[in-house]
């Protein structure tokens, strides 16, 4: 059965290093998204990829953070500085094309900020 | 107001009962409706989806979609402690680029 991939799947880190995250979609997947995930909260979009191109990324901290899908395939999500409030479940979905399609979710990366 | 509600919970059922979760919605536009399943410490699994108004069916849960009262809700019967569990509703708006927008979700416990 396609899955989505993450690596890793926990990361700690020290308040002010870099990080990075990555996500393979399901194979033929031309929609891939980033969500960030606090405890008790539902998924937040940090960014939307339409193949290469940014289509949403209006909640993405971009003094920080950075995402990208260079070949329209797998995707790298960074956070440079890292903060204390960066500390969540950060999941990354796809979808196939054509509407408004059902959406999976890899089993998402745990950063641990200290 | 939040674009999609839920009730926090926790909702408890007693085992072999039917559970019912209920979800509204804000943007009257919206086209698609989805029903996750998030276990503590887990990703979320999608379990239904539902795109037009009634019932539909799948094992031994039911979505149902009310557009018009801009509500959605999600039946499982015969609950099983394994149905214990975090429930995300996620509603599609847009066109063309679809965004999805999700509820905080309903903590279930189903108690032997």
């Known amino acids: 059965e396609a899955e989505v991939a993450q690596s890793p799947r926990y990361k700690i880190t020290e308040k002010s290093q870099a990080v990075a995250f990555w996500c393979d979609p399901i194979?033929?997947?031309?929609?891939l998204y980033w969500y960030r995930q606090i405890l008790g909260q539902g998924p937040e979009l940090l960014v939307q990829?339409?193949?290469?191109?940014?289509?949403?990324d209006s909640q993405l901290p971009k003094d920080r953070f950075s995402a990208e899908r260079l070949k329209g395939v797998d995707s790298t999500l960074k956070i440079q500085p890292a903060e204390l409030g960066d500390s969540a479940m950060y999941l990354c979905?796809?979808?196939?094309?054509?509407?408004?399609?059902?959406?999976?979710f890899g089993p998402g990366t745990r950063l641990t900020v200290t | 107001q939040k674009e999609v509600e839920q009730n926090s919970g926790p909702l408890s059922v007693p085992e072999g009962a039917i559970a019912s979760l209920n979800c509204t919605y804000s943007?009257?536009?919206?086209?698609?409706f989805f029903w996750y399943r998030q276990y503590s410490g887990k990703s979320p699994e999608l379990i239904m989806s539902?795109?037009?108004?009634g019932d539909k069916e799948d094992g031994r849960f039911t979505a149902q979609l009310n557009k018009a009262s801009q509500y959605v809700s999600l039946l499982i019967r015969d609950s099983q402690p394994s149905d214990s569990a975090t429930y995300l509703c996620?509603?599609?708006?847009?066109?063309?680029?679809?965004?999805?927008?999700f509820g905080t979700g309903t903590r279930l416990k189903v108690l032997a």
């Open positions: 979905a796809s979808s196939g094309a054509g509407g408004p399609r059902e959406q999976y």
């Open positions: 194979s033929g997947h031309a929609t």
């Open positions: 990829f339409q193949d290469e191109s940014v289509v949403d």
């Open positions: 943007d009257r536009v919206s086209q698609s």
């Open positions: 539902i795109y037009s108004n």
């Open positions: 996620a509603v599609s708006t847009g066109t063309g680029t679809y965004k999805y927008i």
